[in-house]
């Protein structure tokens, strides 16, 4: 029937069924590339974004230049002020959407931004802003003031008193920065200490 003795040993047979299986096998693999860049594009999308994010939580935050209290008659702290400015490397921070953990002697409070200090309430004024750009940390010139009504928080509106301790976190939209203060053991015959 075929005559197998003069055929060359390159030569194949192709029918209409090899001719199916390979349109399928290209069809197949043209499916699977496509799902591929689909998912690699996707994939790439989300990592910038979650760089982004990530890069933006390390640098977007606030640096704390110093930490004041103001002592009352009563011999305790009612206001503590935290001079702040933004972080090397940080993008603008806007302080009226960020809040202030207070873990103080007495309980925990969180506390967001308001024209005067409170029991739930911090409050922003400028020391230096140099665009007048209030509440917004927008160059590394600016220093803001965050004051904290200590007597309002606490309980029995004591204030702090000689020796507590308390922890006060500000957290941006970005990230937080925790910050951890004591009250000096003594606190007669001063208006202001540090922190």
Avoid: C
């Avoid at 904290?148 to 920065?177: C, N, P, Y």
């Amino acid at each position: 029937m075929f005559d197998t003795d003069n055929w060359r040993p390159d030569r194949a047979q192709v029918g209409i069924g090899t001719l199916i299986v390979f349109i399928a096998m290209v069809l197949v693999a043209a499916i699977a590339a496509g799902v591929l860049i689909n998912t690699a594009g996707f994939l790439q999308t989300k990592a910038e974004q979650t760089g982004q994010e990530s890069s933006a939580q390390v640098t977007n935050r606030v640096s704390v230049v110093s930490t004041v209290g103001d002592v009352a008659n009563d011999e305790s702290i009612h206001t503590v002020n935290l001079t702040v400015m933004k972080s090397s490397g940080s993008g603008d921070v806007n302080l009226s959407k960020a809040t202030v953990e207070w873990l103080g002697p007495d309980d925990g409070k969180i506390l967001t931004m308001a024209e005067t200090a409170d029991e739930s309430n911090f409050s922003v004024s400028t020391i230096k802003d140099i665009d007048d750009t209030a509440p917004v940390l927008v160059n590394q010139g600016d220093r803001f003031r965050v004051t904290l009504d200590t007597a309002a928080i606490t309980e029995e509106s004591h204030g702090l008193r000689e020796s507590e301790e308390f922890t006060i976190k500000i957290v941006t939209s970005a990230g937080a920065v925790t910050y951890h203060h004591s009250v000096p053991q003594t606190l007669t015959d001063q208006k202001a200490v540090q922190l």
